[in-house]
């Protein structure tokens, strides 16, 4: 069974510092993405990556997918109250049917002013 | 563009009684079609998923059911409802697997299921 473990569960941190959310696997998959939800919302999606390695930047967000694609990190720089929420990784797997995703199971972000 | 509808965004319904929640996708011709259950603040389960009209695969035993009438239409049942079925409910869509990429899944944006 695939499995995609987030660390940390939780997080708390004050406005303007940094954070880094992590997502790890022992499976390999095809591509990786991750979603922002606020609560009683749907998932958001921010960035899909595909290449091992590969590293995406949407603002003050840095997104790395790792050279072996089987972990991948999401980086925010002076966090702001805006960007709590949780996060998702999902991860689709090489040669798997019906563009089914593993969901990881998230990590809570609360930024304070 | 491509957009997603789910409704009702909040449901309260006794326990027993029937359920019928629906999904439509629009901008888009033969997608994949998802329902997942979240738990509170956490991550997703995949209940059902179609890759067609009339076409459904279950994920996971339970008290529900999923439908597809149309290309583009995706609907989640209950004959009777249980206290455990109380959740938040998700459908998503991704491209059809003629039409390139089907990794990316958008989210519509949620129903409310209290079951009392």
């Known amino acids: 069974t695939q499995l995609l473990e987030q660390s940390p569960q939780f997080l708390s941190i004050q406005e303007g510092e940094n954070l880094t959310v992590y997502c790890n696997s022992s499976s390999v998959f095809s591509s990786l993405q991750w979603y922002r939800q606020e609560p009683g919302e749907g998932p958001v999606l921010l960035v899909t990556v595909v290449t091992g390695g590969e590293v995406k930047k949407l603002k003050r967000l840095t997104f790395q997918f790792g050279d072996a694609r089987k972990d991948s990190s999401l980086h925010i720089t002076a966090a702001q109250p805006g960007d709590t929420g949780l996060y998702l990784c999902a991860g689709a797997s090489k040669g798997g049917s019906q563009g089914n995703l593993i969901f990881g199971k998230g990590t809570k972000l609360s930024v304070k002013p | 563009s491509q957009t997603i509808h789910q409704w009702p965004a909040t449901l309260v319904q006794p326990v027993g009684s029937p359920l019928s929640l629906e999904c439509t996708v629009e901008?888009?011709?033969?997608?994949?079609l998802y329902w997942y259950r979240q738990a509170a603040g956490r991550g997703l389960q995949l209940l059902f998923y179609?890759?067609?009209?009339?076409?459904i695969s279950s994920e996971v035993p339970q008290n529900l059911s999923a439908s597809r009438p149309q290309d583009r239409q995706f609907i989640l049942s209950s004959k009777k409802l249980l206290l455990s079925d109380s959740g938040f409910y998700l459908c998503?869509?991704?491209?059809?697997?003629?039409?390139?990429?089907?990794?990316?899944?958008?989210f519509g944006p949620g129903t409310r299921l209290t079951v009392l």
């Open positions: 179609s890759v067609g009209i009339g076409q």
């Open positions: 998503a869509w991704t491209l059809g697997r003629t039409s390139g990429n089907t990794d990316t899944q958008y």
């Open positions: 901008g888009t011709s033969n997608p994949n």
